[in-house]
């Protein structure tokens, strides 16, 4: 085998070209490392106060869309209701409007 040509320093010495390690970079560069971090923050709490915002949107209009629904089935039960005692009505012994009577009278 043939080894490169080119000497190597001793063991003991260091390459000045050698990059610092993350700590010792971090401690040498502290002012712009906690910059860094709290501008992450930032973004990080922004992004999550946006999807809160779009979420609470979503729900407004659920809200909404759920109110409309509920005022639509109870204008349903109202007719349907209106409807039998129109046809009870119509019953010659009034046995059938009178059940009904009692059955619809806790719900007026």
């Not at 970079?25 to 860094?36: D, E, G, L, T, V």
């Not at 979420?55 to 409309?68: P, S, V």
């Amino acid at each position: 085998m043939v080894y490169s040509a080119t000497p190597r320093s001793t063991a003991g010495a260091q390459n000045p070209r050698k990059p610092l390690g993350l700590l010792t970079n971090a401690m040498k560069r502290k002012h712009s490392f906690i910059q860094f971090f709290a501008m992450t923050g930032i973004l990080l709490l922004s992004v999550r106060s946006l999807g809160q915002k779009y979420r609470i949107n979503d729900l407004h209009e659920d809200t909404y869309a759920l109110r409309e629904e509920q005022k639509d089935l109870v204008d349903r039960m109202k007719h349907v209701k209106s409807r039998l005692r129109a046809e009870a009505a119509l019953e010659p012994t009034g046995l059938f409007a009178s059940r009904l009577g009692r059955l619809f009278a806790n719900d007026d």
